[in-house]
């Protein structure tokens, strides 16, 4: 894998007692490096309402993946295949307690590209919000 890579996130949240499900996708370049048999991948998002700035760092290992956010909104969020984690997540509008249980987790690696599959249930404020999934797939430039 090469340092400079292409991102493709896309994740979809199906909110409890709703028949539709909310879906999302961000394409963008970023930076691959590993370090103590860890992989990383750091890359910045743009809020479309206000062009803040906020940078993400992915620390991928084989039965887990962090996600730390700092900016206009700032989380350090876990997800381990079958535990729970809880952490805060900082917004301008406040902050909110954030719960993954984390029920699928799968890292996948090939010659120039990374894929990770995630399944979890969401809570916010211990209050069961959706069950979601994200995939992220880097591949080299």
């Known amino acids: 894998m090469t340092k400079e890579v292409m991102l493709r996130i896309s994740g979809v949240h199906f909110p409890d007692g ?8 961000l394409v963008t370049s970023g930076s691959y490096f590993e370090k103590d048999g860890r992989r990383y991948i750091k890359y910045d998002e743009v809020q479309e309402d206000s062009n803040e700035v906020i ?19 700032n989380v350090h969020m876990v997800f381990e ?4 984690s809880e952490s805060y997540y900082d917004t ?22 990374l894929n990770v599959q995630v399944t979890y249930a969401l809570e916010i404020n211990s209050d069961y919000v959706a069950d979601c999934s994200i995939q992220i797939r880097a591949t080299s430039k």
């Open 92 to 113: 301008p509008f406040g902050q909110f307690l954030v719960g993954i249980a984390a029920t699928h987790l799968d890292v996948r690696e090939e010659q120039d590209v």
């Open 18 to 25: 709703q028949e539709e499900k909310e879906e999302m996708e």
């Open 81 to 84: 295949k079958d535990k729970k």
């Open 55 to 73: 940078r993400n760092l992915m620390k991928i290992e084989e039965n887990s993946l962090e996600l730390t956010r700092r900016g206009m909104t």
